[in-house]
T-cell receptor, first 117, second 116 residues
Framework: AQKVTQAQTEISVVEKEDVTLDCVYE???????LFWYKQPPSGELVFLIR??????QNEISGRYSWNFQKSTSSFNFTITASQVVDSAVYFC??????????????FGTGTRLTIIP | GAGVSQSPSNKVTEKGKDVELRCDPI?????LYWYRQSLGQGLEFLIY????????KSGLPSDRFSAERTGGSVSTLTIQRTQQEDSAVYLC??????????????FGSGTQLSVL
């Protein structure tokens, strides 16, 4: 069985502060993908990143960075110098790669991030 | 269209009635997915289509739920004899192909279903 845990239900920070969203996952698959999606108030989830399990290199994209630690089964997301537009619900998700045709994403329960101006 | 379109955006129905939710994916996207988002829960996978076929229906909660896709485009999710526990946001997503190099899903804004 696969499971994604986002223990932080809600986080509030003051604008320009850095904030890290935690994601811990469980899977028996040896190869898998990890994702982060952003859900702004409009409701449409927006893809942020995909990471393969065999690539542990951390990634930075502008103010966003991701820290993948296979040893602790974590895929944390950091926003540097937060802005009000970062306010949204953020979802971490997992997909196993056991065989072609497994299209099911397992999502965490999300973290609601509020940036206070 | 430019994005994934879902209709209606809101649906209020009485317990026991049938409802149909529609999804219009991005033009040319061969894969289409339905997810359900309940209050305080993560997204729950329901079903996905490759073309008009549904290789994985494992997430459909009961036989009251069904979905179809025609012409490799529009999909309809039907819930028969709705129950209050069906109240949720139903999200549709599409993807250009099932190529492993491209895992990006494009989501619609969802249909908020309320069963009274």
């Amino acid at each position: 069985a696969q499971k994604v845990t986002q223990a932080q239900t809600e986080i509030s920070v003051v604008e320009k502060e850095d904030v890290t969203l935690d994601c811990v996952y469980e899977t028996r698959d040896t190869t898998y993908y990890l994702f982060w999606y952003k859900q702004p108030p409009s409701g449409e989830l927006v893809f942020l990143i995909r990471r393969n399990s065999f690539d542990e290199q951390n990634e930075i994209s502008g103010r966003y960075s991701w820290n993948f630690q296979k040893s602790t089964s974590s895929f944390n997301f950091t926003i540097t110098a937060s802005q009000v537009v970062d306010s949204a619900v953020y979802f971490c998700a997992l997909k196993g790669w056991r065989n072609f045709g497994n299209e099911k994403l397992t999502f965490g329960t999300g973290t609601r991030l509020t940036i206070i101006p | 269209g430019a994005g994934v379109s879902q209709s209606p955006s809101n649906k209020v129905t009485e317990k026991g009635k049938d409802v149909e939710l529609r999804c219009d994916p991005i033009s040319g996207h061969t894969a289409l997915y339905w997810y359900r988002q309940s209050l305080g829960q993560g997204l729950e996978f329901l079903i996905y289509f490759q073309g008009n076929s549904a290789p994985d229906k494992s997430g459909l909660p009961s036989d009251r739920f069904s979905a179809e896709r025609t012409g490799g485009s529009v999909s309809t999710l039907t819930i028969q004899r709705t129950q209050q526990e069906d109240s949720a946001v139903y999200l549709c997503a599409s993807r250009k192909t099932l190529d492993r190099s491209n895992e990006k899903l494009f989501f619609g804004s969802g249909t908020q279903l309320s069963v009274l």
